[in-house]
């Protein structure tokens, strides 16, 4: 019809069906491992198994000590035969020790003459030395090729702090040195006060511009953690202004030599004030006084 083509089947023909049938001698679906798998996979296995027992070996020769044996040992050889070079300890020089005994710093080099003079580390004899109580500070030194040099900085105690009861060293940093006896600086003196061996440095100095006063004090109590009171004689006590303790201390040294106050019966001088003086008297004095009121004090 009008030349076209029908693409419909005529009237009455059958189409055709068709079967898609499967060979029994096509591609089946793996049930199983290959040979060559099974290999790499042993294989693998393998590798995992000596790794295993390498790392297991290694661990067993670490922890039984015998690497570390042999290391010293050899450690021990070379240091023979570098002393047998002429680089063996033959003097040890120390200075600045005036507190730290010898005993402890032998102690420590734990070196004897004819040793290798590299046997000795520098850094570890450093920091030990550090730890000891008197030590501020050290320098060790190899002065190649017989012998070593130690330089000590040590501690300079300038009070005493009483706390619970129990005496403790200050030095002129503030440092409270917990681990030395404080029984041999008994003429030092005495702290009383939170916070006090901090601030015993500018005690200190400030009392070293007036020694007539610092022979004579015994202790100082350190009051509310801002400022100080000084016993003189185990008996005055002077009461320091907070931020001008040189005042106050000026204002004394001018009363004692004007009034000589220490030999009368006065229990507290109160020197925080620039304009004005307060006294606290002993009883006795005050019973004087009360009996003598037309007599000065």
């Known amino acids: 019809m009008d030349g076209r083509k029908s693409l419909s089947p005529p009237l009455g023909s059958k189409r055709k069906k068709t ?16 040979w060559s798998e099974i290999l790499m996979i ?3 296995a393998g590798f995992a198994g000596f790794v295993l027992f390498f790392l297991s070996g290694c661990w067993y020769v670490w922890s039984s000590g015998y690497i570390l044996r042999k290391l010293d040992q050899l450690n021990h050889f070379s240091h023979t035969v570098v002393a047998s070079l002429g680089f063996r ?22 070196i004897r003459r004819g040793d290798s003079i590299f046997s000795c580390s520098l850094l570890n004899t450093r920091q030990a030395l550090e730890a000891l109580p008197w030590v501020r500070s050290a320098s060790v030194q190899r002065r190649l090729p017989d012998t070593l040099y130690i330089r000590l900085s040590e501690r300079h105690p300038v009070a005493l702090w009483q706390n619970k009861g129990i005496m403790y060293l200050v030095d002129d940093q503030g440092k409270i040195l917990e681990n030395v006896p404080a029984g041999s600086f008994s003429d030092l003196v005495v702290l009383t006060g939170e916070g006090a061996p901090e601030q015993a440095r500018v005690l200190i ?3 070293a511009d007036f020694p007539d006063i610092a022979q004579k004090v015994t202790g100082a109590i350190f009051v509310g953690k801002r400022r100080w009171d000084i016993m003189i004689n185990h008996k005055l006590r002077i009461k320091l202004a907070e931020f001008d303790m040189k005042g106050s201390l000026e204002s004394f040294s001018k009363l004692v030599q004007d009034h000589k106050l220490e030999n009368k019966e006065i229990l507290g001088i109160d020197l925080r004030f620039r304009d004005r003086v307060y006294f606290q008297l002993s009883p006795e004095a005050l019973v004087r006084k009360k009996t003598s009121p037309g007599k000065n004090t």
């Open 19 to 34: 079967r898609k049938r499967f060979s029994s001698s096509g591609p089946r679906k793996k049930t199983g491992l290959a």
């Open 205 to 207: 100095e400030t009392l």
């Open 89 to 110: 300890v033959d003097d040890v020089i120390v200075e600045g020790r005036t507190l730290t005994l010898q005993k402890e710093i032998l102690d420590i080099l734990n």
């Open 42 to 44: 042993a294989k693998k």
